[in-house]
């Protein structure tokens, strides 16, 4: 396997970044793959959407599983958990879900301990990576976006490959990467967690390897308050330019507006959302995430 971590140019190099870039390339252009059951998706769907989140770290697919009486039920939800079961994926964050699956319902609700949060508000959401603030031991290297109802309006994400990210700014200076490499580069402040519990400071790098894999993973967030960067004059330039280039509609970026019934499988691709507004007689937006802490791959 291609190591990313070594900054030094070589035929090897080239040979890797012009297979991303042409895989990304494909990426947006290809139609969802059709899961015609959730919790059972088959050979041919697992073997399809592997392949595409190993070449381009995501891949969306869509179905006609939309968990039975959505439209009035807000517990009736799809097999998500199945679905990821299929793709060996490891659950994180049980203790945040009610039933211990992992699956958390994304809606607007100041019901309770989720009320304030922005994912639980019709606010738009920074270019991150789910769970930033992780322990290196906890880290989020997998999740699904899977979509029951979107919103009236709105609500629209945006999914960007961390690798491709790399390549931009290795593009501009691999100082950039080695800097961003850095294993105490990014710190995030402890914080009290929507279910109450305290999550200590999070120091770390924002290029890192997956642990079962050595595939580069990424530690991110937009965010400009309760977040400290390493203050070298090289580490500074990096986070201007990785700020830059997310801000300017790089054109291998995915806009996805997910429909009823449709989902991104990723290994935990950069994404952001627009604010949304759901309609007046309608039952919200409503999106499912489930969290896991290893890629996507073939169950063994
Ligand atoms: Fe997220």
């Known amino acids: 396997m291609f190591n990313w971590e070594s900054l030094d140019g070589s035929a090897a190099y080239d040979e890797w970044r012009s ?23 088959g050979e041919s769907v697992v073997s399809e ?10 891949a969306l697919y869509t179905s006609d599983d939309s968990g039975g009486d959505s439209e009035h039920s807000a517990t009736d939800i799809p097999p998500v958990g199945d679905f990821a079961a299929a ?27 989720q009320r304030g949060f922005i994912p639980y508000s019709p606010r738009g959401m920074n270019w991150h990576t789910d769970g930033y603030y992780n322990a290196p031991d906890a880290r989020i290297s997998a999740f699904i976006l899977h979509c029951v109802r979107p919103a009236a309006d709105g609500g629209v994400n945006q999914l ?12 501009i200076s691999p100082a950039y990467i080695r800097a961003l490499m850095h ?20 120091v770390g790098p924002v290029f890192y390897g997956d642990a079962l894999t050595g595939r580069l993973q990424m530690r991110y967030t937009a965010r400009t308050r309760s977040i400290s960067w390493c203050d070298e004059p090289v580490t500074q330039e990096a986070i201007a330019a990785l700020t830059e280039i997310l801000a300017a509609n790089d054109p291998l970026m995915m806009q996805v507006a997910l429909k009823a019934g449709q989902g991104v499988l990723n290994n935990n691709a950069l994404h952001n959302r ?20 290893n890629r996507v791959q073939r169950k063994t």
Do not use: W
């Open 19 to 41: 297979n991303r870039l042409k895989a990304a390339e494909i990426a947006l252009n290809q139609a969802p793959v059709e899961v015609s059951d959730l919790s059972n998706p």
């Open 49 to 58: 959407l592997t392949n595409r989140c190993d070449a381009a770290n995501f």
């Open 87 to 113: 793709f060996g994926l490891k659950v994180a964050e049980a203790h945040r879900s009610a039933d211990g699956t992992g699956v958390v319902a994304l809606r607007v609700t100041d019901k309770g301990n």
């Open 160 to 171: 960007f490959n961390p690798e491709i990210l790399y390549i931009r700014l290795r593009d």
């Open 183 to 202: 294993p105490t580069v990014m710190s995030i402040p402890e914080n009290i967690e929507s279910d109450g519990s305290l999550r200590p400071v999070s």
């Open 274 to 293: 627009t604010q949304f507004q759901n309609g007046n007689e309608d039952a919200g937006r409503l999106m499912i995430r489930v969290r896991f802490h």
